[in-house]
């Protein structure tokens, strides 16, 4: 069992000890120096508990933001779309493969997909709509297996362990099951495809729903899993970011083979004993993680009602310092790091309103938690007074990170989830790009694009055609904020 976790601890030592180090050669060792590996019958290790069957899936939609732009926006369909934060720091939550072709890729900045890219349509996020669809995605999912672990909106395992006459049948059955899966997922969507890995063990099946993107099933036979991991690059591992993949490089290792070959021992004195013994297991293919179905869930926060409304700023800023602290504590405590950061508020009248943003990576990090919780609040109107704040971290992650080195500072936010921009919009009349919205006449909408008092926007749905541009002043009252106009009814 793999229980090393990646506590904001262990990545603050890794961080410290990468400036400490210097570049060692690589000692060939006569034997494995790794304790548990005394026998290393084909190469794994004696108390490692692999599957034997092929009974982990991984299913992740394809260009899940840009995909549901297209399918809501006709006119879209089949052009480079770029979701994300359009503001000057923001960054590329996802790009369509059509963007993508032009070297857009997640996490950019968005200006740097701008000057790549000029052509594409750059939308910020609709939440609501992502939300929906992937409600009908996890359900669907658990009507498979009770076992699912989502990773994101749109990303989770499934564990078919109990399918015995799948796990105990031929591989051709899993893939038939798969496929079947897949087309309920189109169908209930109203277009979204799905890709799918299947393999004996998480890093496998996500490695092979990786190579099975975009729409196609991959399944890999058990017993092939590490002639088919030895040949790719060392990023295909959990946890080996850029960061993490340089520091290998400075060791002359590329590939997974090349990092099999590393004596356990070396990995461990080059990155720490967590890291090191996870990365020699991993380049293994030895992987017996198990599926952790409440793991998305689960959170972390504290909230305080106050016993009269606060409306001042400052003091409110410290109370979400404090509260982000407190929560960094409980995280760091439980070794758990998350990539969500949620602040709630409640106002004088009782209105409960919740915000949050999503960063590229997981944090336990009590800076990071207080920055992202600060800047939520920043947009909070407190004039008439706070009975209740809240700071909640959830997305809970697997000790495997995105990247073991990536400094938590250097995260950029990837999605920024408001829930009042509905509000904001109709309020201020300010109008985000790809938002919806209702016209008395024209009917429904999104915002194309708008600046200097106009907004243009486009009148098409799901359902309808591609559809005429028409420019208006941005404060027109028969212009008004709406939720998705999306092929899913609300559920809520
Ligand atoms: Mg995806």
Redesign the pocket.
């Known amino acids: 069992m793999l229980d090393a976790r990646m506590t904001g601890e262990v990545r603050r030592r890794a961080a410290l000890r990468r400036d400490l180090l210097p570049m060692p050669a690589i000692v060939i060792a006569d034997r494995p120096a790794w304790r548990k590996c005394a026998r290393p019958v084909d190469n794994r290790c004696e108390d490692s508990r692999m599957r034997g069957q092929a009974t982990v899936l991984h299913l992740?939609?394809?260009?899940?933001f840009a995909a549901v732009e297209q399918r809501d926006k006709p006119s879209l369909r089949g052009k480079a779309v770029v979701v994300g934060g359009v503001g000057p720091r923001g960054v590329v939550a996802t790009a369509s493969y059509e963007a993508r072709r032009h070297g857009v890729r997640s996490a950019m900045p968005m200006s740097e997909a701008r000057s790549r890219c000029p052509q594409a349509a750059f939308l910020s996020p609709r939440f609501e709509a992502y939300r929906r669809s992937s409600e009908v995605l996890m359900t669907r999912l658990r009507q498979l297996s009770p076992l699912v672990e989502p990773l994101s909106l749109?990303?989770a395992y499934v564990d078919l362990e109990h399918l015995t006459d799948v796990a105990g049948g031929d591989i051709r059955d899993v893939g038939r099951l798969a496929g079947d899966l897949r087309a309920d997922i189109t169908r209930l969507t109203g277009g979204l495809t799905a890709s799918v890995g299947v393999g004996t063990s998480k890093l496998v099946a996500k490695i092979a729903s990786d190579l099975a993107k975009p729409d196609g099933c991959v399944t890999v036979a058990p017993g092939t899993e590490q002639e088919l991991i030895r040949p790719m690059g060392v990023g295909v591992i959990p946890g080996v970011g850029p960061a993490t993949a340089e520091r290998l490089r400075r060791i002359g290792v590329h590939t997974v083979a090349e990092l099999e070959a590393v004596p356990p021992r070396e990995l461990v004195q080059l990155l720490g004993a967590a890291v090191g013994q996870t990365l020699a297991r991993l380049a293994r293919a030895d992987d017996d993680r198990p599926v952790v179905p409440e793991r998305e869930t689960k959170s972390v926060s504290v909230e305080d009602t106050f016993e009269t409304d606060l409306v001042d700023a400052a003091l409110l800023t410290a109370v979400v310092d404090r509260m982000s602290a407190r929560v960094a504590e409980r995280l760091s405590r439980e070794r758990l790091s998350g990539r969500t950061v949620t602040l709630k508020v409640r106002r004088h009248d009782f209105g409960t309103h919740t915000r949050s943003v999503t960063l590229a990576g997981p944090t336990d990090d009590s800076r990071v938690i207080a920055r992202l919780a600060r800047g939520l609040l920043r947009d909070v109107d407190a004039s008439d007074g706070i009975r209740l704040l809240g700071v909640g971290v959830s997305g809970l992650a697997d000790w495997i990170q995105d990247d073991l080195f990536q400094e938590v500072e250097e995260l950029p936010v990837l999605v920024d989830d408001r829930s009042e921009r509905r509000d904001e919009q109709r309020r201020h009349g300010r109008w985000w790009p790809g938002s919806d919205l209702w016209h008395t006449e024209h009917g429904a909408g999104w915002v194309w694009g708008a600046g200097s008092g106009r907004v243009t926007v486009r009148f098409e749905t799901a359902t309808t055609p591609a559809g005429p541009v028409r420019t208006f002043a941005a404060d027109d009252p028969a212009l008004s904020a709406a939720p998705p106009a999306g092929p899913i009814a609300s559920q809520s």
């Open positions: 992740d939609l394809d260009a899940f749109d990303e």
